[in-house]
């Protein structure tokens, strides 16, 4: 198989990279690319960077470049829900704008409100950013499947249900839209897994746990395929 596999650092992918002993070779004109040989699979691993602009320039760049069997983003993010534990790992099948609009008449009111985007218009699958890849489903089943809102700014306890109730959400990331936009546009089979480093509903946070859990998630998936 070849693999696009999506992190924003290769720290957060430190335990992945020793258990299988991979040796990264760097991309020689796109820095943030780096090719490795990973059991019987060519995976290229691509440094996001933090933030939706670093994301959806150096996706796009990749996927203009070449086709990959599959396409594989994990990242961390934050839970609206008292019943996802941390260190689970969601799979984010509809991914919605979250902080994208401005206050009016006391409501918050996103692009969809002022008709400034269309759910017609490509790449949205009906009426939204769905996923609809359902390859390696002995492999995927296992992910609790969510809806996500990608932000420019992380809820806290007090505005996240707001984004929770709007978008009936389960989720947030600082990055998903940057992922998905481009692969929907590409036609590129992907698939978005978010290990939860805090819950806004109870208060908890635990990045070392989300760290090593992405990690075994991750040697899981490789071992699968």
Not at 15 to 20: P, T
Not at 79 to 105: C, H, Q, R, T
Not at 118 to 138: C, K, Q, V, W
């Amino acid at each position: 198989m070849k693999l696009l596999l999506c992190v924003s650092s290769l720290s957060d992918i430190e335990l992945f990279l020793k258990e299988f002993s991979a040796s990264l070779l760097p991309h020689s004109s796109l820095k943030f690319l780096h090719s490795a040989k990973i059991l019987h699979h060519e995976v290229v691993i691509l440094e996001t960077g933090v933030g939706l602009y670093q994301t959806s320039y150096k996706i796009t760049k990749a996927l203009s470049q070449h086709k990959y069997h599959l396409a594989l983003k994990v990242s961390f993010g934050n839970a609206y829900k008292k019943e996802i534990a941390l260190g689970n790992a969601l799979n984010i099948v509809n991914e919605k704008p979250g902080d994208f609009g401005m206050m009016a008449d006391r409501e918050w009111k996103d692009h969809y409100d002022f008709n400034l985007i269309s759910r017609e218009d490509e790449p949205h699958i009906r009426g939204g950013f769905i996923n609809l890849t359902n390859a390696y489903m002995d492999v995927f089943a296992q992910f609790k499947k969510v809806v996500g809102v990608t932000v420019n700014h992380y809820a806290d306890k007090n505005t996240f249900a707001l984004r929770k109730e709007k978008y009936k959400a389960d989720c947030e990331t600082g990055d998903g839209l940057g992922f998905v936009y481009p692969c929907l546009f590409e036609k590129q089979s992907f698939y978005q897994l978010c290990v939860v480093e805090r819950n806004l509903a109870t208060g908890e946070e635990n990045y070392n746990l989300a760290k090593e859990k992405l990690n075994e998630t991750l040697i899981d998936i490789l071992q699968k395929i």
